[in-house]
């Protein structure tokens, strides 16, 4: 079975069995995806870590859906009912709804209706009023009246033999795949409002009177209607005849039941029985299985693509651009309980806190003035981080007339504050600052999240920081693993300064434990910096094991060793040794040597040991040891004025950070403190199938407002700035050169690090049956 697993991975991948096979025994010894996608090349043949996840989360799928195959085996032999034909049936099931189809009729279940009639003796009844319809059934019914068992009329036989053919049709693997196949094709989820909920369900009008192909429903739509249903507001089913007037209760699905069972309704003596057992057998059975079972894949569906847009945009934010190692002031603005400050140096270090009151209803704007220029003159601060929550546009206000008036030279710009107060309540940052107060600590995370977004954001639970929507109506396990996975790669990705990092930090290094990670900083602590990597190995639990998978990821600046800074693993610096040698140079001179390096051929260092790829990534890595790969910091400018929703004008052209992309468009702040869409029709002139070929979460970009909607807070802007507002704008002709106006003078900043929590979902896109299968897999 084995086999059979890695051969299904690798046709789902597009990649040689041979290739999962090596993988998933790296996955097997107890490899990381990140040490395999960095430092396995060779044994992968370049698997990314993209592939690698999806590998992972398949070969766990999978290897469990062999373990309840043998349980079904091991549970129908026991009955003594496995036949050949049944074994090959179920050895070649390629999902789990497939595997549970053929073992419903061999599933242990309470006694039904039709178990008791069976009991009865009423079982010749059915089978011969079923095959033989020429049979008169009240005649024949009259045969197998049984007071004593509770059938003491011809009525009561009668519905027993219809309860015991209906449960055999309803365990029927053959027709029940059928009329999946036909409701895969067919059928519409519907949706209605609940009578008397149309007030209080207002936030659901769209789905009041909704009907939507089964194939077609966005997963943004899915999730929107199963939160309606859940909160009482929405009633939604499948429709299995959408074509079908309304009134008439046959169904087509009663004419597939027929055609698989050959049976032809005619006036034959039995056939209004049969037909009866038919309709009963679809409606009270079938039906209700079916719906249960399909809009469960759709929900399942709709949440793999909420999930997978989740994952985007967080791991867009969280490879955002870090401001650097410069003296910022964090600013946690407030009104009657003022705004927290916090100052913090280079190298995140908390140099001195303080409470201001600039707002209302205090208004202290002098003395706050103050108290904010002693502070920038005094630790010479470079920037000031200004938390986008309440009064974040006063603030905002405040220190640029600050910054205006005295002719410093610190730079604000506002941050997204989303997930600030988690941390601040968390015992991490307790233990972290167990002598600053709560409200004090969200100043300090603001503060740090501007100059390295990913070093502050992983103290944060992934879902409290605000990049997705629908997230509690999703399964929090895989939601999580998800999550997980992807700050794990950021983390490798970016490296790890080993005598700088948080224990939250070094937990999220490959190979590295929640305990080996605060060993580390006890260790560090106890005895000083690191200045070796090899000095890792007497870290108390971190063993052979760990130390493999961790060590090139953990970075130790102005080391013993000039490698040590830099991304090759320790395992290769006999490889560099050996290149320096052989060109007579030492390490330090060959490091950063980009003349030299790029005229060394790899492929002459390769060896049973380093392949042509491992020593390719170390000669890239040697001409820029430890580049980080997050783009240059910059910021965007929000129009001065424009605080509120009510400020916006139709037509205004404003600058933005994206602060979430869906399927169907992308979330725009531009200052106003309630995101606007651009829909993916107005990204640009060109047709777009996925927003992220134009836009990811963090870009600068300018925009036109197109419609404001101030009761229901909704905003539509475009990217196409020559669109005209209320005329169709659909791309039918040449694309036009786009003259944006100036924002306006007197413009602030807004960090590219800002989240939201205004985003959509993405849309599932393609055919729902293809989609289905896949999450059944």
């Known amino acids: 079975m084995t086999t059979a697993i890695n051969n299904l991975i690798a046709q789902e991948l597009n990649v040689r069995p041979q290739q999962v096979a090596a993988t998933v025994q790296l996955i097997d010894d107890g490899n990381t995806v990140p040490f395999i996608a960095r430092y396995r090349k060779e044994v992968t043949e370049g698997l990314d870590d993209t592939q690698l996840r999806t590998l992972d989360s398949r070969l766990s799928y999978l290897r469990e859906m062999d373990d309840r195959r043998k349980t079904i085996l091991k549970s129908i032999k026991e009955q003594d009912k496995l036949t050949p034909a049944l074994e090959a049936e179920i050895l070649s099931a390629d999902n789990k709804t497939r595997l549970e189809d053929l073992y419903l009729p061999y599933k242990q279940k309470r006694r039904t209706k039709g178990q008791i009639a069976i009991e009865a003796g009423i079982e010749p009844l059915g089978d011969l009023l079923w095959s033989q319809p020429s049979h008169d059934p009240e005649v024949e019914a009259a045969k197998f009246i049984n007071v004593d068992a509770g059938f003491s009329d011809n009525k009561a036989v009668l519905d027993a033999a219809r309860a015991i053919m209906i449960e055999r049709m309803a365990v029927d693997a053959g027709l029940i795949d059928k009329i999946r196949r036909h409701l895969l094709s067919c059928a519409e989820l519907s949706s209605r409002v609940i009578a008397g909920k149309e007030s209080e369900g207002e936030k659901f009008k769209d789905y009041f009177e909704h009907n939507e192909r089964l194939t077609k429903v966005p997963s943004h739509r899915a999730l929107a209607m199963f939160r309606g249903r859940n909160e009482g507001f929405l009633q939604v089913s499948l429709n299995a005849d959408p074509r079908q007037e309304e009134g008439v209760r046959s169904s087509y699905c009663e004419v597939i039941i027929a055609d698989h069972f050959g049976v032809k309704l005619a006036t034959q003596p039995s056939d209004i029985w049969r037909k009866q057992v038919i309709s009963w057998g679809w409606r009270v059975k079938i039906l209700m299985h079916m719906e249960t079972e399909l809009m469960g894949a759709l929900k399942e569906t709709a949440e793999t693509g909420a999930i997978d847009v989740f994952a985007t945009n967080l791991k867009d934010l969280l490879m955002a651009a870090p401001a650097g190692l410069k003296t910022t002031l964090g600013l946690d603005p407030g009104l009657r309980t003022g705004t927290k400050v916090a100052v913090i140096d280079p190298t995140g270090k908390v140099v001195a806190t303080d409470t201001i009151y600039p707002n209302q209803p205090h208004n202290q704007i002098e003395k706050s003035g103050r108290t904010i220029e002693a502070l920038i003159r ?49 015992e991490l940052a307790a233990k972290e600052f167990p002598d600053l107060d709560v409200s004090i600590r969200g100043a300090v995370s603001i503060a740090r999240r501007l100059q390295d977004p990913l070093a502050e954001l992983v103290k944060i639970d992934p879902k409290s920081i605000g990049v997705g929507q629908y997230q509690h109506d999703v399964s929090q396990s895989q939601l999580a693993k998800r999550l997980d996975g992807v700050v794990e790669d950021c983390v490798n990705a970016v490296g790890v300064d080993v005598n700088t990092a948080s224990a939250a930090l070094l937990t999220r290094v490959a190979g590295l434990t929640t305990t080996i990670a605060q060993n580390i900083v006890d260790y560090r602590d106890e005895h000083g910096r690191f200045n070796a990597r090899i000095t890792l190995k007497k870290v108390a639990r971190l063993g052979p094991k760990a130390f493999e998978q961790c060590a090139g990821f953990l970075r130790i600046m102005g080391g013993k060793n000039p490698l040590d800074s830099s991304a090759v693993h320790p395992e290769a610096y006999p490889l560099v040794k050996e290149i320096a040698a052989k060109n007579s140079k030492s390490i330090d001179a060959i490091i950063g040597n980009s003349e030299f390096l790029r005229g060394i051929n790899a492929i002459d260092y390769t060896d049973t040991n380093f392949g042509l790829p491992t020593v390719t990534d170390i000669i890239t890595e040697l001409d820029k040891p430890g580049r980080d790969p997050r783009p240059e910091f910059k910021t965007a400018t929000f129009a001065d004025g424009i605080n509120k929703v009510t400020d916006l004008e139709i037509g205004m052209i404003l600058e933005g950070v994206v602060s979430n992309v869906a399927n169907f468009g992308a979330f725009v702040d531009i200052g106003v403190h309630q995101d606007g869409l651009v829909h993916i029709s107005a990204l640009t002139d060109k047709f777009v199938a996925d927003p992220r070929e134009v836009v990811k979460a963090g870009d600068i970009v300018k925009v036109k407002v197109m419609e404001v909607d101030v009761q229901r807070k909704r905003i539509a802007l475009s990217m196409r700035l020559h669109d005209q507002p209320g005329k169709d704008n659909r791309p039918q002709r040449q694309p036009a050169t786009n003259k944006g106006q100036p924002a306006g003078k007197n413009q602030r900043p807004s960090s590219t690090i800002k989240p939201s929590n205004q985003s959509g979902n993405a849309a599932m896109g393609g055919a729902f049956a293809a989609a289905f299968a896949k999450a059944k897999k």
Do not use: C, M, P, W
């Open 378 to 426: 005094k630790h010479q601060v470079d920037l000031i981080a200004i938390g986008n929550g309440t009064a974040s546009r006063e603030t905002d206000s405040f220190v640029a007339d600050l910054l205006k008036n005295t002719g410093l030279k610190a730079q604000a710009i506002i941050v997204s504050e989303a997930g600030a107060s988690v941390y601040s309540a968390s």
